[in-house]
């Protein structure tokens, strides 16, 4: 299994990035799968998760109503569009996946992107 993260760079307050995670090894459709981030000096935090059969979405409240999670199966790519950003979203976001889950711990999770960074500036 891989999950290989991009979209991630510089961006200045209030703008607008679309990360992208592409996975081998693992259906999408079936699989729970989720965002994750890490801050310097922090633990790894819940973003989003999107299930599968149906596609339910869940947010943590720092990014509900900004981020959507979305994914593509038949691409097996998972997608966070992130608007209206700030300079505390400013992590290495993770994307990841368990084949089944609340998918809101990171403890549930089998498999892991490397990561990419997202930098808001002020």
């Known amino acids: 299994v891989q999950l290989v993260e991009f979209g991630g760079g510089l961006v200045q307050t209030g703008g607008s990035l679309r990360l992208s995670c592409a996975g081998s090894?693992?259906?999408?459709?079936?699989?729970?799968m989720g965002w994750f981030r890490q801050a310097p000096g922090e633990e790894r935090e819940f973003v989003a998760v999107?299930?599968?059969?149906?596609?339910?979405?869940d947010y943590s409240d720092s990014v509900k109503g900004r981020f959507t999670i979305s994914k593509d199966n038949a691409e097996n790519t998972l997608y966070l569009q992130m608007k209206n950003l700030k300079p505390e979203d400013t992590a290495v976001y993770y994307c990841?996946?368990?084949?089944?889950?609340?998918?809101?711990?990171?403890?549930?999770?089998?498999?892991w992107g490397q990561g990419t960074q997202v930098t808001v500036s002020s």
């Open positions: 990841a996946a368990t084949p089944a889950g609340t998918g809101l711990s990171q403890r549930e999770y089998e498999y």
């Open positions: 090894g693992v259906t999408f459709s079936t699989y729970v």
């Open positions: 999107i299930h599968p059969f149906g596609s339910a979405t």
